[in-house]
């Protein structure tokens, strides 16, 4: 896979998750939209309204409701929600044994007026101390974003030893939510209907389309991107790293990679390369090891690992047809 071939990767990433979302009306086969509840809770006045699946309770917020209009804000909701029962039980599926056969119910906020001081840098996030996942920018954002999120809750508050920050806790929510699920929400706003032509064509002719769904392939892209970004793609470039900052790719972490800088597409598919390499249960068993003490882990310091691990995706990119 050529350098050069995944250049305007970079723009294709943002559609990824920023592209419009939308629905249609329920067919008499489908089952019927959530009841929507009056909250009693303490929190009633930010959240007036509550809405119960078997595994979330949503709660919706006044401000979005008006910032978005009372029918656009339902609408992406109601879509979003005819997807996601099925996307978090194949995260569960994913991690079954490893996490209790019965999950609690997880609570999501919406946070599109951008209250919180994280809607700056992300588009979502799972509060470890609050134990809640929060929502920012609008239901496109949502359906890019959620399933991420829920595994974090996933490996963070259900297992035993919970995922640490950084390189693992990262690469194990995308390395799930994009390369293990088929992640219906993130698919349904990366359709032939919702991108432009230009990003349709260009994921065609590198392999990273689904032809039978007429949507992105997220598993072919990521291994894509990844092997992009591996080569030198983002030198320069800003990026968001596995410490949740942005920052610059510099020539100095190109030449030495290191454990606390690579960016989520690369930690998804290292994860898949870990995985692939010493076992499932070996890495879950080190999920909550401090990514600091790499070799002390694997045998082999991040540099060695990160360069087996490039000549492995490759291979990869090559086996799935990503050019």
């Not at 974003?145 to 920050?165: D, G, K, R």
């Given at each position: 896979m050529?350098?050069?071939k995944?250049?305007?990767?970079?723009?294709?990433v943002?559609?990824?998750?920023?592209?419009?979302?939308?629905?249609?009306?329920?067919?008499?086969?489908?089952?019927?939209?959530?009841?929507?509840?009056?909250?009693?809770?303490?929190?009633?006045?930010?959240?007036?309204?509550?809405?119960?699946?078997?595994?979330?309770?949503?709660?919706?917020?006044?401000?979005?409701?008006?910032?978005?209009?009372e029918?656009?804000?339902?609408?992406?909701?109601?879509?979003?929600?005819?997807?996601?029962?099925?996307?978090?039980?194949?995260?569960r599926?994913?991690?079954?044994?490893?996490?209790?056969?019965?999950v609690?119910?997880?609570?999501?906020?919406?946070?599109?007026?951008?209250n919180?001081?994280?809607?700056e840098?992300?588009?979502?996030?799972?509060?470890r101390?609050?134990?809640?996942?929060?929502l920012?920018?609008?239901?496109d954002m949502?359906?890019?974003?959620?399933?991420?999120?829920?595994?974090?809750y996933?490996?963070?508050?259900?297992?035993?030893t919970?995922?640490?920050?950084g390189?693992?806790?990262?690469?194990?929510?995308?390395?799930?939510?994009?390369?293990?699920?088929?992640?219906?929400?993130?698919?349904s706003?990366?359709?032939a209907?919702?991108?432009?032509?230009?990003?349709?064509?260009?994921?065609?002719?590198?392999?990273?389309?689904?032809?039978?769904?007429?949507?992105?392939?997220l598993?072919k892209?990521y291994?894509?991107?990844?092997?992009?970004?591996?080569?030198?793609?983002?030198?320069?470039?800003?990026y968001?790293?596995?410490?949740?900052?942005?920052?610059?790719r510099?020539?100095?972490?190109?030449?030495?990679?290191?454990?606390?800088?690579?960016?989520?597409?690369?930690?998804?598919?290292?994860?898949?390369?870990?995985?692939d390499?010493?076992?499932?249960?070996?890495?879950?068993?080190n999920?909550?090891?401090?990514?600091?003490g790499?070799?002390?882990?694997?045998?082999?310091s991040?540099?060695?690992?990160?360069?087996?691990?490039?000549?492995?995706?490759?291979?990869?990119?090559?086996?799935?047809?990503?050019?």
């Amino acid at each position: 896979m050529k350098r050069k071939k995944w250049f305007t990767a970079i723009l294709l990433v943002t559609v990824l998750l920023l592209s419009a979302c939308g629905g249609s009306p329920a067919s008499p086969s489908e089952p019927a939209k959530p009841v929507k509840e009056e909250n009693k809770g303490g929190d009633k006045d930010k959240y007036p309204y509550v809405v119960h699946t078997p595994s979330a309770t949503w709660y919706l917020s006044a401000g979005d409701i008006a910032l978005l209009g009372e029918q656009a804000y339902y609408d992406g909701l109601y879509a979003i929600l005819e997807k996601q029962e099925a996307d978090f039980a194949d995260a569960r599926e994913a991690l079954k044994g490893y996490i209790p056969e019965e999950v609690p119910v997880i609570d999501i906020y919406t946070d599109f007026c951008g209250n919180a001081a994280a809607s700056e840098s992300a588009g979502a996030y799972y509060s470890r101390t609050g134990n809640f996942i929060k929502l920012f920018t609008g239901w496109d954002m949502a359906n890019g974003t959620l399933l991420h999120e829920y595994v974090h809750y996933l490996t963070i508050h259900c297992l035993q030893t919970p995922a640490t920050s950084g390189l693992y806790a990262e690469g194990i929510a995308e390395y799930v939510s994009k390369i293990v699920c088929k992640n219906r929400m993130n698919r349904s706003i990366n359709t032939a209907d919702s991108l432009p032509e230009e990003m349709i064509a260009f994921a065609k002719e590198h392999g990273a389309w689904d032809e039978a769904e007429n949507c992105a392939d997220l598993q072919k892209y990521y291994f894509g991107k990844a092997g992009f970004e591996a080569q030198g793609g983002l030198l320069g470039s800003r990026y968001f790293s596995v410490s949740d900052i942005m920052e610059v790719r510099t020539e100095e972490i190109q030449k030495n990679p290191s454990v606390r800088h690579v960016s989520h597409y690369e930690a998804a598919c290292i994860t898949a390369y870990l995985i692939d390499t010493y076992s499932k249960d070996t890495f879950m068993k080190n999920l909550s090891t401090d990514p600091d003490g790499f070799e002390a882990v694997w045998g082999k310091s991040f540099t060695e690992t990160y360069a087996a691990w490039l000549d492995w995706n490759m291979k990869k990119c090559a086996e799935l047809g990503v050019q």
